[in-house]
């Protein structure tokens, strides 16, 4: 007795390819879309201070997604040879390891927003003292101009 054939067409890997790759093309640009409109009505709720914090702390969880994907199943389905069992089971670990280390990304975000908000109040503060300041210097400029007259 002989095997079964399981080989597909090649008509059928093409239709196959096709459909998967409409369907990635189609995921990538709705979650593209949706984010975008996304951003238009949080920018439009939120006021500048706040939009910028949450703008600092999408960019850390865009950073931690570039670590926690890597590349590196890509990398050990590309090969010509099948990748081991041990080596899926240790990029899995991986990148479980570095999702589970996500509240650590986002505990760093919110210090990073509470730094921003801790200088922009400083700032404000030096731009309140930089304005009492000139109020000073343009009220004895004042008064030298009325001793003048």
Do not use: K
């Not at 640009?29 to 238009?40: C, E, I, K, Q, S």
């Not at 670990?93 to 922009?120: D, F, I, K, Y």
Request: include cysteine.
């Amino acid at each position: 007795m002989s095997a079964p054939d399981d080989r597909l067409a090649s008509s059928e890997v093409r239709h196959r390819a096709l459909r998967g790759a409409v369907a990635l093309i189609g995921r990538g640009t709705a979650l593209r879309g949706l984010g975008l409109l996304t951003n238009l009505v949080l920018a439009r709720i939120l006021v500048p201070r706040e939009f910028g914090e949450l703008a600092i702390g999408l960019t850390v969880v865009a950073l931690a997604n570039l670590f926690v994907t890597g590349g590196l199943g890509a990398t050990l389905v590309r090969r010509p040879e099948t990748p081991r069992r041990s080596e899926l089971q240790g990029v899995l670990a991986m990148q479980l390891a570095l999702v589970l280390s996500r509240p650590g990304e986002v505990r760093v975000a919110a210090g990073v927003a509470e730094h921003c908000a801790r200088l922009r109040v400083e700032v404000e503060r030096a731009a309140d003292r930089a304005v009492e300041e000139v109020a000073v210097v343009r009220d004895q400029h004042d008064r030298t101009l009325q001793l003048r007259e």
